[in-house]
RNA sequence: GGGGAGAUACCAAAGUGGCCAACUGGGGCAGACUGUAAAUCUGCUGCUUUACAGCUUCGUAGGUUCGAAUCCUGCUCUCCCCA
């Protein structure tokens, strides 16, 4: 894998850049559209690709190992051909898990044993094994196991977590380097940098993971539950550190502000499941603010979804009938409103990228953030 | 014509002397959602701009009672069965 950096803004952080894979190139910023088990929840691979115009999607390690399992998925040649996707994938590790599903693991020095919330079977994740799962997978980015600690724990916990997420991570590094891609194109392993909320743990966690050296550099832990001011603070303490010319991947993240909060301070890759379930769930993010499909207001607006949209939606169909769909539970509304999202985000990457090119960026961010905030 | 059952909020439907402004479901209105256990979850839904407050409601008109959606009487309407 290869990172270009092509141009850093002088007012702001916010970088230009190239990442090119064995599965293509992707411009940066980016997003990525989250495809959990093999699938971008409502969207067709096809219009994944040709409407909402994605150059990378994410995979879960945790969900795709219980279901449809390694030895399927090898037998299939990994994801990219069992799914039918040719661009690049990222696969998370299942460190996300680890906090979204808590209440079913148990963390110990050697993994986190977690009860599969399908059946309650028992599966012990370890740094090695996640990394021979995502070999299986094929994935191009590879995540490093890590433990994703609440963003209101206290400092000794969080202390005690960064240590754990420090010593699986250099067991993660260690299988990777000794094992092989399984199908012939290369495989990235990122670390991630925890610490919660405290400069310190950051600082240390984000100079020991720029010492790998590895290809790519994720900023984990974010966006669960810690105020915004304190997410963009350590966004900003941890990219004082990480390394210029490698991507850097802020995991989760986020809003339509938060994303282009996170460009300005200087990340090139995002990903968030926000498009697309807030779509399903009938909200809509567009450029001029965000509209509740669900309420009454839209009853009669047989205007477009969205005039200046990005997907073909969006002049297809009137809010009036989208809004239709969602009051019938049309199974329909939540794929209009997916790729609606889903296009808008990578309309709005692709639009920073113009803008850090043209070197507006730091004035484009400033009106677009007001915008995209707005309530309809 | 004879016999029986019933009328409760937007709809359906519980409640049959005080704990009832009234269970529950639907509908309606609004909110949440950030490396997806989510096409999920939460709140409100008689009126008074707020309320541990007040006011008006359970077909309708009266009555009994300290107190009635609940008991009694008349009336109106609906449904079912038999002729």
Request: aromatic share 10%.
């Given at each position: 894998?290869?990172y270009k950096?092509i ?13 090119t894979?064995d ?5 940066t910023?980016?997003?990525?559209p ?5 699938s971008?929840k ?5 219009d ?5 115009h ?9 969900h795709?190992?219980l279901r ?7 037998q ?25 599903l808590?209440a ?30 995502q ?5 191009d980015?590879m995540?490093?196991?890590?433990e994703?600690p ?5 400092y ?10 420090m ?8 299988r ?21 909320s ?18 790519g550099?994720a ?5 669960v539950?810690?105020p ?5 603070a ?5 990219n004082?550190i990480?390394?210029?010319?490698k991507?850097r ?6 809003t ?16 968030c ?19 509740n ?13 969205d005039?200046?949209g ?7 169909y ?8 969602f009051v019938?539970?049309e ?36 009106m ?7 309530r309809?």
């Open positions: 894998m290869q950096l141009k850093t803004d002088t007012k702001t952080n916010a970088r230009l850049g190239e990442i894979t599965h293509g190139t992707i411009q910023p980016i997003f990525m989250v495809g959990t088990v093999g971008v409502g969207i067709h691979q096809r994944v690709s040709d409407d909402i994605a150059q990378i999607i994410l995979g879960n390690t945790y795709l190992y449809p399992g390694p030895q399927l998925l090898q299939a040649g990994g994801l990219h051909k069992f799914m039918h996707w040719d661009k690049p994938i990222l696969t998370d590790s299942g460190g996300f898990q680890v906090f979204s808590s079913n693991r148990k963390l110990t020095e050697e993994g986190a044993k977690f009860s599969s919330h399908i059946d309650g079977s028992k599966h012990l994740f370890t740094p090695e094994k996640v990394v021979d799962l070999r299986i997978i094929g994935s980015i995540m490093a196991f890590d994703c609440p963003g209101d724990c206290d000794n916990y969080a202390r005690k977590s960064l240590d754990l997420t010593r699986w991570l250099h067991r993660g590094v260690e990777y380097k000794q094992t092989e891609p399984l199908y012939g194109h290369y495989q990235s392993f990122f670390p991630i940098v925890q610490g919660a405290f400069k310190e743990l950051r600082q240390r966690s984000a100079t020991e993971i720029a010492e790998l050296g590895m290809d550099n900023i984990g832990g974010l966006a539950g810690e915004v001011e304190v997410m963009y350590m966004i900003e303490v941890v004082e990480l390394p210029t010319d991507p991947y802020l995991m989760g993240v986020g339509p502000a938060n994303i282009l909060e996170g460009i300005s301070r200087g990340v090139d890759m995002f990903d499941v926000m498009p697309t379930r807030n779509g399903r769930n009938g909200m809509l993010f567009t450029s001029e603010g965000i509209m499909m669900k309420n009454n207001k839209w009853k009669d607006d047989f205007s477009p979804i005039p200046c990005a997907s073909f939606v969006d002049l297809y009137s809010k009036a009938y989208l809004r239709h769909l019938s539970e199974l329909l509304a939540g794929q209009i409103a997916s790729a609606h999202n889903l296009a808008f985000y990578l309309w709005l990457v692709g639009e920073a990228r113009k803008h850090i090119a043209e070197g507006d960026f730091a004035e484009w961010k400033e677009m953030v007001k915008k995209v905030t707005t309809l």
